[in-house]
């Protein structure tokens, strides 16, 4: 997502201009009936398209999805009337409701569906369909999915895909979309804004807001129109929490977007094929690792750089149906720390600074250069070291130099997914780098085969279980219980102002990503009688 940044002359015209289009507004009462304006999140950069990537995070909102999930993330039926997985897990039939048609008034059938996921799997993005042999039209309302290999992560890509029509997609779909959601796209202002509207053709509920204008604006300039009421929902940072908004209430949504150090496993010495280097001797010592787990002090972290909104973070997938709960571990425990250390050979010298072996417990923690709250992170938690004799310096680097550095050195990174297919990008000896995910080069037999179970299961329950024995399996895993391969920190707290009188309902634990997410219910939003 790209976020226009504003001066702050700009955002006094813009407020000036809103105000001037929507005539006085009294914050204690709805604005219009069925209107809504948000600034929730900066414009996409590929557009509304769902076979390259849109509606990922969040309601495709234009689109609908085979499957759905609910708050507590159990499978509902959107378009799918119902769904079998065959025994071996390898082909999957799904039957289409008959009453589903597109904005325009065509009828949505099996071949729209099978024209989708085709589209998906040649588009080369983001979306993963290489598992997928082929498709095939049962009946005009029935669709077979056949996969090379079982894979229980199958069912996320159902639910997340927004279906396109064959009959109206070509090169400029993602400006134009057409699709069979609550709400349809009637203008798009680049840079600026676009407007949506109820979709007469919907064959859900209908949403309670007919209108609504999602602003692209920068943090200071959505903060600005909520303070001059002319914006009903805007998404927010922890700097700007604690200032009350007359007419504004603050939501705080839980999320797993985290926030974690990724240390390199594996002994320096290595290149990757393009030169990089690979490892660490530092961070390839488990007793560094397993102590930074241990003494490291969450909740200072939540309370301090996130001034409080946010919680501690102990995995990838805290709190969702895979996350294995017996990885959370006691924290801010210096003293166990040190003996940590200390029982591996790792002593302080005269600069208090530990050594093993001639080697320094010292390394350099990289952060994107710009990203103010992972720069907060690494400088709280290099203070936090020094009185365990570990040296932490923090430093800024682009993307592109974290791209080359990543291998060689801890990096604060952060993740975040309702897919519990992250969890095997990040810890499979499979994907030791590739792209961003397993960058540190972590590898254990035992997890890769819970992870491998996991990924073959036929069902939700059973991949569930293996996905928690990959974490911890009481002797060996993943988490700061086992291998310890990274330092999860925090997840953030995702933060709206919204109208007062305005209920959004509950919501799902957010992914990475603030601002789109929200819109994930937003058919169910309304006034608040």
Not at 202 to 209: A, E, I
Not at 305 to 313: H, S
Not at 398 to 409: A, G, I, T, V
Not at 439 to 456: E, H
Request: proline letters at 5%; hydrophobic letters at 35%.
């Amino acid at each position: 997502m790209k976020i226009k940044k504003l001066t702050f002359m700009t955002i006094l015209i813009f407020v000036a201009l809103l105000a001037g289009c929507r005539g006085e507004s009294d914050n204690s009462s709805p604005k219009k009936d069925d209107e809504l304006i948000l600034a929730i999140g900066g414009e996409p950069d590929e557009g509304f398209d769902p076979t390259t990537g849109w509606g990922r995070y969040g309601s495709p909102l234009f689109q609908s999805t085979l499957l759905t999930y609910d708050k507590d993330f159990n499978i509902q039926y959107d378009l799918a009337t119902d769904y079998a997985v065959s025994a071996d897990g390898l082909k999957w039939t799904v039957e289409l409701r008959k009453d589903a048609t597109f904005s325009d008034g065509e009828a949505l059938t099996a071949d729209d569906v099978i024209f989708t996921f085709e589209t998906a799997k040649s588009s080369g993005s983001i979306i993963d369909l290489s598992n997928l042999e082929d498709l095939h039209k049962v009946d005009e309302y029935t669709v077979e999915f056949n996969l090379k290999e079982p894979e229980s992560t199958f069912i996320y890509l159902l639910v997340s895909t927004g279906i396109v029509p064959e009959h109206a997609y070509g090169e400029n779909y993602n400006e134009n979309p057409i699709g069979s959601g609550p709400y349809q796209l009637v203008q798009w202002d680049k840079g600026q804004q676009i407007i949506v509207e109820e979709n007469p053709n919907y064959y859900g509920d209908k949403p309670y807001f007919k209108k609504m204008t999602f602003l692209f604006l920068s943090e200071d300039a959505a903060f600005a129109a909520a303070k001059a009421g002319e914006a009903d929902v805007v998404s927010i940072q922890p700097a700007f929490a604690d200032e009350e908004v007359a007419g504004m209430k603050l939501i705080q949504l839980e999320s797993v977007d985290n926030r974690g150090i990724m240390f390199p496993f594996e002994q320096a010495g290595g290149e990757t094929e393009e030169g990089a280097p690979i490892g660490n001797d530092v961070t390839a010592d488990i007793a560094i690792r397993k102590a930074i787990n241990v003494g490291v002090d969450r909740q200072k972290l939540v309370g301090g750089v996130l001034e409080g909104f946010g919680t501690p973070a102990y995995t990838v997938a805290d709190n969702l149906p895979w996350w294995n709960p017996e990885t959370t571990i006691d924290d801010n425990n210096l003293q166990q720390a040190r003996k940590i250390l200390e029982d591996s050979g790792w002593l302080e010298n005269e600069d208090g600074i530990r050594e093993k072996n001639g080697l320094s417990a010292a390394f350099t923690l990289l952060y994107p250069a710009g990203d103010q709250i992972r720069q907060s992170l690494s400088i709280t938690f290099a203070e936090m070291m020094r009185p365990l004799g570990i040296h932490v310096i923090p430093e800024g680097k682009s993307w592109n130099d974290l791209e080359y550095l990543m291998y060689s050195n801890p990096v604060m990174m952060g993740w975040g997914s309702h897919d519990p297919l992250e969890i095997y990008n990040l810890y499979s000896s499979e994907t030791r780098g590739v792209g961003y995910y397993n960058a540190n080069y972590y590898s254990n037999p035992s997890v890769d085969d819970y992870l491998n179970k996991a990924l073959r299961a036929t069902s939700e329950s059973e991949a569930n279980s293996y996905w928690k024995k990959a974490q911890w399996d009481g002797e060996t895993g993943f988490s700061a219980q086992g291998d310890a391969p990274w330092a999860w920190l925090v997840n953030l707290d995702h933060l709206y102002l919204i109208d007062e009188n305005l209920e959004i309902g509950e919501q799902k634990i957010q992914p990475h990503g603030h601002g789109w997410p929200v819109t994930d219910f937003i058919e169910q939003w309304h006034w608040r009688e």
